[in-house]
């Protein structure tokens, strides 16, 4: 599970830096680590867990 996460925390590093993918579209992994800094009101770590897990693959989903 480590393993698959740094694995996709690469990919998504990369795909920041390509050129061909719509500037727009980055905006997705930088909202979500804001929404992890942000204080926010729904208890627990549960919720961030599941909206960082949805940002990353959408991100990957959505990239060409």
């Given at each position: ?7 996709r925390v ?14 727009l ?6 909202g979500t680590l804001?929404?992890?800094v942000?204080?926010?009101?729904v208890i627990?770590?549960l ?12 991100f990957v989903e959505l990239?060409?």
């Amino acid at each position: 599970m480590i393993g698959e996460l740094a694995l996709r925390v690469k990919l998504i590093m990369r795909l920041m830096a390509d050129k061909r993918v719509f500037p727009l579209l980055k905006l997705l992994p930088v909202g979500t680590l804001l929404y992890l800094v942000i204080p926010d009101i729904v208890i627990g770590p549960l919720d961030d867990a599941a909206v960082v897990g949805l940002g990353m693959s959408l991100f990957v989903e959505l990239c060409p």
